[in-house]
């Protein structure tokens, strides 16, 4: 979200939302700024992967605990990962 008025950014706290504040003058940057971030989140790696009856039924079960498909759940366990191993 971009507004001439505020960057509402730290006030939103997702990892999808991006805001800036622009002007005249700086409205071309950040539309150019906001698409390469917007590109470099793209998912566009794919595997296949193996896992036991066991391993599927609870990612079946926490998947829909957290009211997400699988993949976004394993991505999500992922980030939080990342963002412990960044922290230390």
């Known amino acids: 979200m971009i507004s001439s008025e505020e960057n509402y950014e730290p006030f939103i706290n997702h990892k999808y939302f991006y805001g800036a504040k ?19 989140r793209l998912l566009s790696k794919r595997f296949n992967m193996y896992i036991s009856n066991e391993h599927e039924d609870y990612l079946e079960m926490k998947s829909k605990d957290e009211n997400l498909n699988k993949s976004a759940y394993l991505r999500k366990l992922l980030d939080e990962d990342m963002r412990i191993t960044n922290a230390q």
Request: proline share 0%; hydrophobic share 30%; charged share 30%.
């Open 22 to 40: 622009y002007t005249k003058y700086t409205v071309r940057e950040i539309i150019t700024d906001f698409l390469k971030k917007a590109q470099n």
